[in-house]
């Protein structure tokens, strides 16, 4: 997908922070960070939004949430907390329509969210 943010950061076309890589799944740090640590992990494979998974994302979809895990172990989150989130769409206000996890964590949080 040659229009894609993500995509032109996965392929370094425009500058991303990148913090975590494997053959599945990259990782770079949000350019707004809403807490201390704010982390975006994109699957490599460009998917627009969480309607169109498929079965064959299974893996990937796991990766993901592996990616998240050591990331957050790295960044000291492991026992204090975080948080991770999907937008999918308007309503949950989606704005880069590649897939992406948002790894939140580094201050206390309030439930539920806005
Ligand atoms: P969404 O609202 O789609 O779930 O999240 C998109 C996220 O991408 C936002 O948190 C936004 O700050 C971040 N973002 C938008 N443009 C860029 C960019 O060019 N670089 C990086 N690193 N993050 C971006
Ligand atoms: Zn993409």
């Given at each position: 997908?040659?229009?894609?943010?993500?995509?032109?950061?996965?392929d370094?076309?425009?500058?991303?922070?990148?913090?975590?890589?494997?053959?599945h799944?990259?990782?770079?740090?949000?350019?707004?960070?809403?807490?201390?640590?704010?982390?975006?992990?994109?699957?490599?494979?460009?998917?627009?939004?969480?309607?169109?998974?498929?079965?064959?994302?299974?893996q990937?979809?796991?990766?993901?949430?592996?990616?998240?895990?050591?990331?957050?172990?790295?960044?000291?989150?492991?026992?204090?907390?975080?948080?991770?989130?999907?937008?999918?769409?308007e309503?949950?206000?989606?704005?880069?329509?590649?897939?992406?996890l948002?790894?939140i964590?580094?201050?206390?949080?309030?439930?539920?969210?806005g």
């Amino acid at each position: 997908m040659t229009d894609c943010l993500f995509c032109k950061i996965r392929d370094r076309e425009i500058p991303g922070d990148i913090v975590y890589e494997n053959n599945h799944v990259l990782a770079f740090n949000d350019i707004n960070s809403v807490a201390p640590t704010h982390i975006l992990i994109i699957p490599k494979e460009h998917i627009p939004t969480l309607n169109d998974l498929e079965e064959n994302h299974t893996q990937t979809m796991g990766e993901l949430f592996l990616a998240a895990k050591a990331i957050a172990s790295k960044e000291g989150l492991s026992d204090s907390g975080y948080r991770t989130i999907f937008n999918c769409n308007e309503d949950a206000q989606q704005t880069v329509f590649h897939i992406h996890l948002h790894l939140i964590g580094g201050r206390k949080m309030t439930w539920p969210p806005g």
